[in-house]
Each structure stands twice: as C-alpha cells, then as structure tokens.
C-alpha cells in the first residue's frame, strides 16, 4: 500500500461546476498537507497548505483536513477552464526536514 | 526574482549512458531537492542537499547521486542509464530557518527520455 493515494482520473466537469479531490494516507505522522497544481510542461505550484486538522480557504479553493480518518479534499468552486491541469496531493512530517510525499495527481479538464 | 531554474529542459540519451542534471535555486534558498515524476509511480523523492551536505534520500538506486556547491547549485547524476529511467526531474528549493511549513518552489523539469 502506498503512503498516499489519489484517484488519478481523469475527470471532467462542465465550467461553474464544484469540483472535488481527495487524497487517503496511512502515516499518521503527517502533519502538513499540501495541494499543488501543474500544468502541462510545468513544475508543481503549490496551491494552499494546512496544518493538522481543519478547513482552510482561499477564493475558489477549500482545504479540508481530516486526520481521524486520514483524508484530505480539496474542493474548487465555480470551476473556470484554467483550471485545468493536474492536482497532487503532498503530506509531510514536519516542516522542516522532511521530504514530500506526493499522491500520484489527480487530472482534471474544466470545459467551458 | 526569478524561479528555479533546471538545464537543460529536454535529453535524449541511450541505456548504458549516464546523465547529469542540473538545477539553480531561487536565490537565498539553501535547500534543493530532486523528485522523479513518472506516470507509473507519480513523484517520488530523491534526495535533499543543504549546505552541500545531503540531508535527506529517497529510495533509489546508488546509481542516483547528487551535489550541491557552495553557491546552493545542484546537480543529480544518472549513471548506467536503464529504460525505467525516463521520467520528468523536477528540481525544488525552499528556504530555511523559519518557523511553519517552507513551501518548496519548483522548477520546470528535466524531460529525460532513454532508448
């Protein structure tokens, strides 16, 4: 079993839709969990990060937590096709130190 | 300021070859990781450099090696090159020394194709 799973897609929505992406873990020593987004020929770009448990917002973008169940979501709102593009999820131990570990990306294609 | 930059973007090498890499770090960023993204296994850590010591190392082949120089600029190494090679090698920097998560920026990528 890998540390972190994430459904690879692809998925599909039509534009406005509300889109949801989640990531399962088995470490419980994760403490920082990411969102990145890539585009096509480009580097990750980090998205939003949460520490321990708990929901965090930013615009269209919600970061939710959950580590009594070892599940991350993220969800976008009002989803615009520039969105498209593909989403990993990352966790870590702490901040420090330790590396990343990535979710295998989760493609997403917003058509207008 | 500008990103982190990796050279060249696109290889083409042959199995039995080896390969270097190489990557500069935002400036003032002291740590530089290297992640290998293939579409099988998705990005997987390789090592991490700090002050030229390598603090951190995925689980790879010792074909896989890498250095940092004084000015924060690091370069991996693929020597013997096989099939399973070929993947996108990303780069990330990050700084250090602060409190919370350090976000690790990264760059575009290394496409490496073997034949």
């Known amino acids: 079993q890998k540390e972190v799973e994430q459904d690879p897609g692809p998925l599909s929505v039509p534009e406005g839709a509300i889109v949801s992406l989640n990531c399962t873990y088995s470490?419980?020593?994760?403490?920082?969990f990411m969102w990145y987004r890539q585009y096509s020929r480009k580097g990750p770009e980090l998205l939003m990060y949460?520490?321990?448990?708990g929901n965090k917002e930013d615009g269209r973008f919600t970061a939710q937590v959950d580590k009594s169940s070892k599940y991350i979501s993220l969800f976008i709102r009002d989803s615009q096709p520039s969105d498209s593009a593909t989403y990993l999820c990352?966790?870590?131990?702490?901040?420090?130190?330790?590396?990343?570990?990535f979710g295998k990306g989760t493609r997403l294609s917003v058509i207008a | 300021k500008a990103g982190v930059t990796q050279t060249p973007r696109y290889l083409i090498k042959t199995r039995g070859q080896q390969v270097t890499l190489s990557c500069s770090p935002i400036?003032?960023?002291?740590?530089v990781s290297w992640y290998q993204q293939t579409p099988g296994q998705g990005l997987q850590f390789l090592f991490e450099?700090?002050?030229?010591?390598?603090?951190n190392k995925g689980n790879f082949p010792g074909r896989f090696s890498g250095r940092q120089f004084s000015n924060s600029r690091s370069e991996m190494n693929v020597s013997t090159l096989e099939l399973g090679d070929s993947a996108l090698y990303l780069c990330?920097?990050?700084?250090?020394?602060?409190?919370?998560?350090?976000?690790?920026?990264f760059g575009p990528g290394t496409r490496l194709t073997v034949l």
């Open positions: 990330a920097s990050r700084p250090t020394g602060t409190e919370g998560y350090n976000e690790q920026f």
């Open positions: 470490n419980s020593a994760f403490q920082y």
């Open positions: 949460t520490y321990s448990s």
């Open positions: 990352a966790m870590t131990r702490n901040s420090g130190n330790t590396p990343l570990v």
């Open positions: 400036s003032g960023h002291r740590s």
């Open positions: 450099y700090f002050s030229e010591t390598q603090r």
